[in-house]
């Protein structure tokens, strides 16, 4: 369950959003410029909300009322961008082992295995992001933001700077993704096709206020 009620000042742009979802993807969709990822990155704890609360599976990461605002690396959330950001210097198993480090988790080959052959990058193992096509590379920052053992996933858009038929080849992997690992979703999209294969619920923003929340039928005239 994630309960998101909280508003943002950000210069002349008010952000005022509330929701509460328990999909396992939880599509917020909008035209660019309608807060979306003001607004996931609230949720990350990379941006502090100026009024409101924001609780995952019952714990509260912010409530600006009580003070509370639990920082970014202690609130369990994997974070996968447009661009991939992995590290040009690394390899892709190295890149894969970053988020567990950070973290200060313990290796888990078993997790390590499940995550390489969901996501199907065991032959790019020894490659540098540099030897990777776009595609290949956001399934590697799919595969290090799930090692390092997030209870909600968050993704920015992350076709949004593919071609499409580079969009086709990873959709698969993130409906893989939502159907076999079992970690709550919210995916960014200004694409309503994208968000009705992948959303069980929908936030759709316009102008900073949610507009419409429920079912991917929301999406109905939307694209």
């Not at 609130?75 to 950001?85: E, K, L, S, T």
């Not at 969009?167 to 970690?183: C, F, M, S």
């Amino acid at each position: 369950m994630l309960r998101v009620d909280i508003a943002k000042q950000l210069g002349e742009f008010t952000l005022a959003a509330s929701f509460a979802s328990e999909g396992r993807v939880t599509g917020l969709f909008g035209a660019s410029g309608s807060g979306k990822t003001s607004l996931v990155n609230i949720i990350a704890g990379l941006l502090r909300p100026d009024r409101g609360t924001i609780v995952i599976d019952g714990d509260t990461v912010d409530d600006t009322a009580a003070g509370i605002h639990v920082p970014t690396w202690r609130r369990r959330i994997g974070y996968v961008f447009q661009d991939a950001r992995l590290f040009p210097h690394l390899d892709v198993r190295q890149n894969l082992d970053y988020g567990r480090r950070m973290n200060g988790l313990t290796e888990d080959p078993a997790l390590r295995r499940r995550v390489v052959d969901l996501l199907d990058i065991g032959a790019l193992l020894d490659r540098r992001p540099g030897k990777l096509s776009g595609g290949e590379r956001q399934r590697v920052a799919l595969g290090r933001a799930l090692l390092s053992k997030p209870r909600l996933l968050l993704l920015d858009e992350p076709l949004g700077a593919l071609d499409e038929g580079r969009k086709l080849e990873i959709l698969p992997y993130l409906v893989r993704l939502r159907d076999e690992a079992g970690i709550p979703m919210v995916y960014v999209s200004h694409d309503a096709a994208e968000l009705r294969q992948l959303a069980t619920q929908i936030v759709m923003l316009r102008g900073g206020r949610v507009t419409a929340f429920g079912g991917v039928r929301v999406l109905t005239g939307g694209s």
